[in-house]
Structures are given as C-alpha cells and as structure tokens.
Antibody, heavy 126, light 107 residues
Framework: QVQLQESGPGLVKPSQTLSLTCTVS??????????WSWIRQPAGKGLEWIGR???????NYNPSLKSRVTISVDTSKNQFSLKLSSVTAADTAVYYC??????????????????WGQGTLVTVSS | SYVLTQPPSVSVAPGKTARITCGGN??????VHWYQQKPGQAPVLVIY???DRPSGIPERFSGSNSGNTATLTISRVEAGDEADYYC??????????FGGGTKLTVL
C-alpha cells in the first residue's frame, strides 16, 4: 500500500519561499506509469492543482503559479519537493502531495490521483 | 482555460439516489474522475475514467459521461456518504482541472 506524507514548516513569512517535501513509502517513486503532484486547498475552498513531476525530472506547472513554482524529485530518498516563492496570504492553504496514474492516447494524457497524503496546513503570516 | 461547473450543494434523503453533475464543454470527449472529501481528510478517488471504481469503493457509486455533462450517481445513500465531491479532468489548454466541488447533504 503506497503512502505519502508531507512535511515542512507550517508557518511562512510573506515574500519568503514555501518549501515542502513528500515522502513516499510502500513502493518506489521510480516505478510504474506514475507522476507526482502537489495540490492545495484554501480553507473552505476547492482543490487547486499546482504541478507535477515525472521521475525523469520532467515537470508541468499550473500556468497561474508557474513563475513561482519549482517541483523536484530525489529518487534516492523516495521523495519529491515543492518550492513556492514570493508567498502572500493568498497562498495559505492545506497542501497535499498525490500520485498521478496516467496513460497517453490521441486526446492527450488521461490521469487521476489515486493516492494522497494527509495534507499539511501552511499559513503565510508575519 | 477549461472550466468544470458543479452545483454547490445537493441534498438527498437516506436510501435515495444522489446525482452530482459536472458540466464542461464537450466533457464527454474527456476522461472524468471523481473524489470524495470528508471534513478534515484528504480526497479519496471514488470513480476514475468516467465509470470505473477503485477497489474498496462500494458498487453504490457509479459514473457516466456524455455530451457536456458528467454525472456521479450514489445509490442507496447512507449518512456516511455526506461529503464534498469533486470532478477532475485533463485539458490540453489547462492541464489538470478540478470542479468547484459539491457538498452532499444527507437529510
């Protein structure tokens, strides 16, 4: 059974960089047709996809966040990480890491999130 | 950008059938996935590829997708089904897109 666990500071000051790590257990982060994503949810609001990374290192980001986001992977530690720069109060949210299961066809990528971490609340405040 | 529209809330009596819709332009040409999220918990996949159920998800959960609307159907609704439900697709212009979510209330 794959498990994901987020870790990182729960409080970040405005204009600083938010950094989170997701540790994957119960399976290798490098195996199978999977990618690894970050998704966030402000209190009382819906889900917002932040971005994904394949174990090859290839990344895709939400266009609305692309200029501030970096996702990286460390296969030796079975971890992937999120950095979000120049944060403001609007970045306060529960941040989830998740595994994306996918395949490609003529229409593009077909993907869904089958395993999620429990989520970690990050508050941006001075 | 691609937009998915869900009703903010749906109410249903126990034992009845709940239908939660997810609207999008020609959504029938896309694969739709559904997540259940209970308060304070991470989302859980309940339907993928329009109508497939992950192991452990009751047969009461089913999905369909055609035209401009995808539907999550929950039969014989139980109190434990009360949650927020989100639809999700991939779109070539927007990448991963989530609907705004629907709060299912069991009366």
């Amino acid at each position: 059974q794959v498990q994901l666990q987020e870790s990182g500071p729960g409080l970040v000051k405005p204009s600083q960089t938010l950094s989170l790590t997701c540790t994957v257990s119960g399976g290798s982060i490098s195996s199978g047709s999977y990618y690894w994503s970050w998704i966030r949810q402000p209190a009382g609001k819906g889900l917002e996809w932040i971005g994904r990374i394949y174990t090859s290192g290839s990344t895709n980001y939400n266009p609305s966040l692309k200029s501030r986001v970096t996702i990286s992977v460390d296969t030796s530690k079975n971890q992937f990480s999120l950095k979000l720069s120049s944060v403001t109060a609007a970045d306060t949210a529960v941040y989830y890491c998740a595994r994306g299961s996918y395949y490609y066809d003529s229409s593009g990528i077909n993907d869904y999130f089958d395993y999620w971490g429990q989520g970690t609340l990050v508050t941006v405040s001075s | 950008s691609y937009v998915l529209t869900q009703p903010p809330s749906v109410s249903v009596a126990p034992g009845k059938t709940a239908r939660i819709t997810c609207g999008g332009n020609n959504i029938g040409s896309k694969s739709v996935h559904w997540y259940q999220q209970k308060p304070g918990q991470a989302p859980v996949l309940v339907i993928y590829y329009d109508s497939d159920r992950p192991s452990g998800i009751p047969e009461r959960f089913s999905g369909s997708n055609s035209g401009n609307t995808a539907t999550l159907t929950i039969s014989r609704v139980e109190a434990g089904d009360e949650a927020d439900y989100y639809c999700q697709v991939w779109d070539s212009s927007s990448d991963v897109v989530f609907g705004g979510g629907t709060k299912l209330t069991v009366l």
